[in-house]
């Protein structure tokens, strides 16, 4: 799991803020799973999201 400041704008669509955080799961049924926004703020929220996803067993334990 990983949660990066991105560095340049993701919102292609040129209208909003700028998008420059994401979240990303890697590995079993959520794998590649991400989401991005605009602040420090909302990232925090999103990972603990994902790490709530992650911990109710939406995520494939590999041994």
């Known amino acids: ?19 420059l955080f994401e979240n990303m799961i890697f590995g079993g049924r959520l794998d590649e799973f991400q989401n991005r926004c605009c602040t420090w703020e909302e990232t925090e929220l999103m ?13 494939r334990i590999i041994k």
Do not use: C, W
């Open 47 to 59: 990972h603990t999201e994902a790490v709530q996803l992650v911990r109710t067993g939406h995520l």
């Open 1 to 19: 799991m990983s949660m990066v400041f991105i560095g340049l704008d993701h919102r292609f669509n040129g209208e909003g803020p700028p998008v």
